[in-house]
């Protein structure tokens, strides 16, 4: 997993993984089956252990602001010695093109499911006045979803971070709850 996120899915292969994990190729094989298994291997560990603890924020109920500055903090952190920057699940959503079908599926399986994580925290706030939604929920929580990504995208190519984090607080302001807006605007 570590592997995956830090140098991308394209740049490791199946040989220098058995090098890395001094493992032979049989054995690799005996144990994944192949490429497409060790990956969705890799986005399982990835989802249970990042990504399910940072999408449960979105279920606590919290003001949209401080679940909002929560999760454009997770988006914009820099890479360090325990964590790479970006998403392991957002390059892989990148390089949905070259996954094979079994991470292909659970690559979109997550989308759907993150959209929909959005969509019930978006209306949670709706509901609660902390925003207004400038469109249908479907179009805001999939609005959101393409923020997040680009976020971690950015992250990854090493833009950064405050500029990144103000275009993502531009970008998210179209939430603001019409009290919100200051006058002369």
């Known amino acids: 997993m570590d592997r995956y996120w830090r140098e991308g899915i394209e740049a490791v292969s199946i040989n220098e993984i ?26 399982t560990r990835y989802y249970e252990t990042v990504l399910a603890p940072v999408m449960a924020t979105l279920t606590e109920d919290h003001p949209f602001r401080q679940t909002l500055d929560s999760m454009i903090e997770f988006a914009t952190t820099p890479a360090s010695s325990e964590s790479p920057s970006g998403c392991l699940f957002a390059k892989m959503r990148t390089a949905r093109g070259h996954l094979g079908p079994k991470t292909g599926e659970h690559v979109d399986q997550l989308c759907e499911q993150g959209v929909a994580v959005f969509a019930a925290w978006l209306e949670k706030c709706a509901q609660r006045g902390d925003i207004t939604l400038p469109t249908s929920l479907e179009s805001a929580a999939g609005y959101v979803d393409v923020q997040m990504n680009q976020m971690l995208h950015r992250i990854a190519v090493g833009e950064d971070p405050d500029t990144v984090r103000a275009h993502a607080y531009l970008a998210f302001s179209i939430f603001a709850a019409p009290t919100e807006i200051p006058r002369g605007c």
């Not at 890395?20 to 089956?33: D, H, L, V």
């Open 18 to 43: 058995c090098r890395r994990a001094n493992i032979s190729k049989p054995g690799f094989y005996r144990e994944f089956g192949g490429e497409d298994e060790l990956l969705d291997a890799a986005l």
